[in-house]
C-alpha cells in the first residue's frame, strides 16, 4: 500500500485491510516470540527487526501478497521449502489467498536469529 510511510510498526499495520492486519500481525508475533531482543523499527517504509546490530528479518504487506525478507541466506537455507513462492534475492511473496506458512516463517526467523548471533568472521 502506498501511502505516508509509517512511524512504527502498529502505524504501518493498520493501514492495511482487516484480513492483511491479522497476518501481518502473526508474522510479527513470530518475530517477537523467536527474537525477543530483536530491535523493531520501520526501514525502507517496512517493519524491520534488528539483532546485535545487524538486520534480521523484514515484512512488509501488499495488494496481493505478503513480502518476507530474511536476507539471502536465510532464503538459501530455506531454497527448498520456498520453491513453491515467487522469490527475490533474499524475499519471498506469501499470496495473500493462501494459508501463511507459519511454522516455515518460524523457522527463518530462528535460523536467522542462530546466524545474527555468530561472530563474523574478520575479513582479510
Given at each position: 500500500m502506498k501511502g505516508p510511510i509509517a512511524q512504527?510498526?502498529?502505524d504501518y499495520i493498520v493501514q492495511f485491510p482487516e484480513e492483511t492486519q491479522i497476518l501481518l500481525k502473526k508474522i510479527?508475533?513470530?518475530?517477537k516470540k523467536e527474537a525477543p531482543?530483536?530491535?523493531?523499527?520501520?526501514?525502507y517504509g517496512i517493519p524491520a527487526y534488528k539483532l546485535?546490530?545487524?538486520p534480521l528479518v523484514y515484512f512488509g504487506g501488499y495488494k496481493t501478497h505478503i513480502g518476507f525478507y530474511?536476507?539471502?541466506s536465510g532464503h538459501a537455507?530455506?531454497?527448498?521449502?520456498?520453491?513453491?513462492?515467487k522469490q527475490?534475492?533474499?524475499s519471498v511473496?506469501?499470496?495473500l489467498k493462501k494459508d501463511l506458512p507459519l511454522s516455515l516463517i518460524s523457522k527463518m526467523v530462528a535460523f536467522r536469529v542462530r546466524e545474527n548471533g555468530q561472530v563474523p568472521t574478520p575479513k582479510k
Open positions: 512504527n510498526v502498529d510479527r508475533s513470530i518475530i531482543e530483536a530491535k523493531e523499527s520501520i526501514n546485535n546490530g545487524r530474511a536476507t539471502p537455507k530455506f531454497k527448498k521449502e520456498l520453491s513453491t513462492f527475490g534475492k533474499g511473496q506469501f499470496p
